[in-house]
């Protein structure tokens, strides 16, 4: 599976059966994903007359995390439901994330495909940067898993599945995904999944590259993240095999002490097994869990095949799973469109709290420059927006940054010449010393 040009041509035809107008990805004769440029999107810098805060009404909180949290919000104009990610821009200057969260956007602007969250509006103000998204109903993974103990083996291949298609698409695009975990992979209500949170992940300009980041989350984190020799795309298939194992036993493949302290030690038991455990199951999950990155399943440039190529996957149709053709053997109960059952009650019970601020345009872009972001698909909701005005708006948005830059160097020349007079000064100071 990889990436494909769309076909240049009128006649949707052309593109194949498979080619879906209300879709952000393109599923073609050969079964491959078509990755959406950012030239299928419109992008918008002129927040506070297209887009803000304003146009959403918060209506419950859903999570949150240590940057920020996640409301369900309703776009007044349209009425339909969205998940908004908020987050505070002095906090992520504090901890230093905000080229994850410039990379989490980018990520989420430019990639589309079945199983990947993608997003539909992206804008900030002085203080908070905003993340709007599709609105996953089902829940996280970890709820559904938390709360059945396990799932059947049926269950948790479906999701398997899924997920692996959802990491081949990434690494075909140079994507290292670095945070794989229940909480990360969401449901929606017709029971199908898709990966978010893409704060640490990471876009090489070789998938051959190594990283060397010490990141991610401790159960999951594979043995060369530890070892500080540099990893690749190999992480995530590591990610999944401890995925695997939780879903089908409720456990993690690693003791990991309170604390999530590990070390190179934590790697040295082997995996326990569950006698009753399908032998395809323990073979999987052993290759995808081999401590030696070379050793692993899907090391190489094969990728994902090698690892489609797995007993375990013998009788999946991948290509009726990539058109989501498979029924999920779990779908969500929900009684309207707000039912909010698969979700913590512990933040769905606060009351949303108001975001609202509001400022002038020339305080708006900060070190976030480019970060508003609306989707082709959904920008006819702003109103008479034209494409052709983008290039009028990026203008005037980098006539802010020059300003902005001439500002600094403005400071930085007014401080120059202050050490110049200093060093004059001093020069006199020392010239009178010696005539004396």
């Known amino acids: 599976m990889g990436c494909c040009e769309k076909k240049k041509s009128n006649d949707d035809n052309l593109l194949g059966d498979n080619y879906d107008k209300t879709q952000n990805y393109s599923i073609t004769e050969d079964s491959t994903i078509k990755v959406k440029s950012q030239e299928d999107y419109t992008k918008m810098e002129n927040v506070e007359k297209k887009l803000s805060y304003d146009d959403f009404e918060p209506l419950k909180l859903l999570g949150t995390g240590s940057f920020g949290r996640v409301l369900l919000v309703r776009k007044k104009n349209n009425n339909k439901l969205y998940a908004m990610k908020i987050l505070l821009k002095s906090y992520l200057k504090k901890k230093h994330q905000e080229e994850h969260t410039k990379t989490e956007r980018n990520l989420m602007v430019s990639i589309n495909c079945p199983f990947v969250m993608n997003i539909k509006y992206a804008f900030q103000d002085e203080i908070q940067l905003y ?19 396990k799932f059947k083996r049926e269950r948790a291949k479906f999701y398997i599945i899924e997920i692996l298609i959802a990491i081949e698409f990434l690494h075909k695009n140079n994507m290292v995904y670095r945070d794989l975990k229940p909480e990360n992979i969401l449901m929606d209500k017709e029971g199908h999944i898709k990966i978010t949170d893409f704060g640490l992940s990471k876009i090489l300009d070789d998938m051959n ?46 003791y990991i002490p309170r604390g999530g302290k590990i070390s190179t030690k934590t790697f040295e038991t082997p995996v326990k097994f569950p006698k009753n455990m399908h032998k395809d199951d323990i073979d999987l999950i052993s290759k995808l869990l081999a401590v030696n990155p070379k050793q692993r399943l899907g090391y190489g440039p094969n990728d994902a095949e090698d690892i489609k190529a797995h007993p375990y996957f013998k009788d999946v149709d991948w290509n009726k799973y990539l058109k989501k053709e498979i029924t999920p053997p779990f779908i969500p109960k929900l009684k309207n469109d707000q039912d909010l059952r698969y979700f913590d009650k512990a933040f769905t019970d606060e009351a949303v709290n108001s975001t609202k601020t509001v400022v002038p345009r020339s305080r708006v872009q900060s070190d976030y420059y480019g970060f508003t972001y609306i989707a082709n698909s959904v920008q006819k909701e702003l ?54």
């Open 131 to 149: 993340l709007v998204t599709e609105f996953m109903q089902g829940g996280d993974i970890f709820f559904h898993l938390h709360e059945k103990g």
């Open 209 to 254: 590259d190594k990283v060397f980041t010490l990141c991610g989350t401790p159960q999951y984190i594979a043995p060369e993240v530890i070892y500080k020799k540099g990893y690749d795309k190999g992480i995530d298939w590591w990610s999944l095999g401890c995925i695997l194992y939780e879903f089908l036993t409720g456990s993690l493949p690693f």
């Open 383 to 436: 109103g008479n927006f034209e494409p052709g005005n983008d290039k009028e708006i990026d203008e005037d948005e980098k006539e802010d940054q020059e300003d902005k830059d001439d500002k600094k160097d403005n400071k930085a020349n007014k401080e120059e010449e202050k050490e110049k007079e200093k060093e004059k000064e001093k020069e006199e100071e020392e010239l009178i010393i010696e005539q004396k």
